[in-house]
Structures are given as structure tokens and as C-alpha cells.
């Protein structure tokens, strides 16, 4: 089975500067791990994903997430928090095959104060 | 690549009525698509997983008879709530999946924009 834990269900940081938003995850085999933001009544859009490759991923709007297999973790950061990057974010845990749901964390929500 | 468009993106309707819910991978084959809910403020819920050309796999506490999901072809899947009531109020999002030639490492799960559904 597997299980993803967001740490913070609200996040609150200044205008340019650091954003750490934690996930830790829990699974029985390799995992794929995903990132995602979700604006007010939109859909979800990936950030990015860890798929066994470089543990460092890089994604979009300058986030990037690492995945650390002894601490179970795949923290998302962004050096410089802008204004639009208020939103939800939520991490995910999958499996290879695509053929079974991600499970979702319970999102944090990012606050941006000028 | 990799698009998912789901229709309509908000609907409002009489309680009693039915409601479609198109989802449809634009240049993908989705063998697997997912449909979820979502509360206000709060995670998806996984509703059910759908494969092309079998019956729908619903998830515990979730009404097979009152949220239909149909999968007739590789590229559309249809979530139907029947005899809707407020209390269906919700944003219901889809997911679809590659074929067997691609793998979630290919496609990350995409997912549709929503659709905002009040029952009135």
C-alpha cells in the first residue's frame, strides 16, 4: 500500500523568499512521485515527477523537488516565491504501470504575502 | 502532449435531473482513466477507475448505480451522475492514463480541468 503525508496544511511565506512545502511517502516498492498545483476551480497541473532517474527534478515555474529514499521524503522548493504561486499544492505517490490511481496527499496551501 | 479536456467545466442543475461528465485524452490513448471528487478545500477522492471496455471499478462508499462510468473507446470516458441531488454538489475531476505503450513515467497521469457541479 501506499500513503503520501503532507506536512502543513497551510503555508504562508514573504514575496521572494524561500518555499519548502514536505511530503513524506510511504510505499512498498519503488515509488514514482509527483507534484502537483491546483489554482481555485481548475483542474490540476503537474509540476513535476521523480520517476527512478536524477533525485533532483526540476520542473516548472522554477520548483524542484528531491527525493530522498532513507528520509522517505520528495520535498518541493522554489528559491523565490512570486506573488502567483499562491495556490495548492499536492504530492503524490504512484506506480509504474499507470494502470492504478495516485494517492493523494491532504495539500498544502501556499499563501504569498507582499 | 499528453492533454485531457473534460466537459463541461461547470454545470448547474435541477435535483432529480441527470448530468454527463465528458472526459477525453486529446493525443493519447487512455487505457485507464480515474475519476475523482473533491470538497472544498480538501484532497481528491478517488471515485473509480475506469479501463476501456470493461466495467468500472468503484472505490468503497462510492454508488456504482448513481455515478455511472462508461468507457467505450480509448479516448472518452463519461462520468454520469444520476438523480442528482445537492448534496452531489462538487468539483469532479478526471485522469487518464497511457496505453500499454506508454507508462506513467511517459504521461504523469494527466489530469482534466473540472467540472463544478451544484445541484439545486
Known amino acids: 500500500a501506499q500513503s503520501v503525508t503532507q506536512l502543513g496544511s497551510h503555508v504562508s511565506v514573504s514575496e521572494g523568499a524561500l518555499v519548502l512545502l514536505r511530503c513524506n511517502y510511504s510505499?512498498?516498492?519503488?515509488?514514482?512521485l509527483f507534484w502537483y498545483v491546483q489554482y481555485p476551480n481548475q483542474g490540476l497541473q503537474l509540476l513535476l515527477k521523480?520517476?527512478?532517474?536524477?533525485?533532483l527534478v526540476k520542473g516548472i515555474n522554477g520548483f524542484e523537488a528531491e527525493f530522498k529514499k532513507s528520509e522517505t521524503s520528495f520535498h518541493l522548493t522554489k528559491p523565490s516565491a512570486h506573488m502567483s504561486d499562491a495556490a495548492e499544492y499536492f504530492c503524490a505517490v504512484g506506480l509504474h504501470s499507470g494502470n492504478t490511481p495516485l494517492v493523494f496527499g491532504k495539500g498544502t496551501r501556499l499563501s504569498v504575502i507582499a | 502532449g499528453a492533454v485531457v479536456s473534460q466537459h463541461p467545466s461547470r454545470v448547474i442543475c435541477k435535483s432529480g435531473t441527470s448530468v454527463k461528465i465528458e472526459c477525453r485524452s486529446l493525443?493519447?490513448?487512455?487505457?485507464?482513466m480515474f475519476w475523482y471528487r473533491q470538497f472544498p478545500k480538501q484532497s481528491l477522492m478517488l471515485m473509480a477507475t475506469?479501463?476501456?471496455?470493461?466495467?468500472?471499478?468503484?472505490e468503497q462508499g462510492v454508488e456504482k448505480d448513481k455515478f455511472l462510468i462508461n468507457h467505450a473507446s480509448l479516448t472518452l470516458s463519461t462520468l454520469t451522475v444520476t438523480s442528482a441531488h445537492p448534496e452531489d454538489s462538487s468539483f469532479y475531476i478526471c485522469s487518464a492514463s497511457a496505453s500499454s505503450s506508454g507508462t506513467a513515467s511517459t504521461y504523469g497521469y494527466t489530469f482534466g480541468s473540472g467540472t463544478r457541479l451544484t445541484v439545486v
Open positions: 475506469s479501463n476501456e471496455g470493461s466495467k468500472a471499478t468503484y
Open positions: 493525443d493519447f490513448q487512455a487505457t485507464t
Open positions: 510505499s512498498s516498492v519503488p515509488p514514482y
Open positions: 521523480y520517476t527512478s532517474a536524477a533525485t
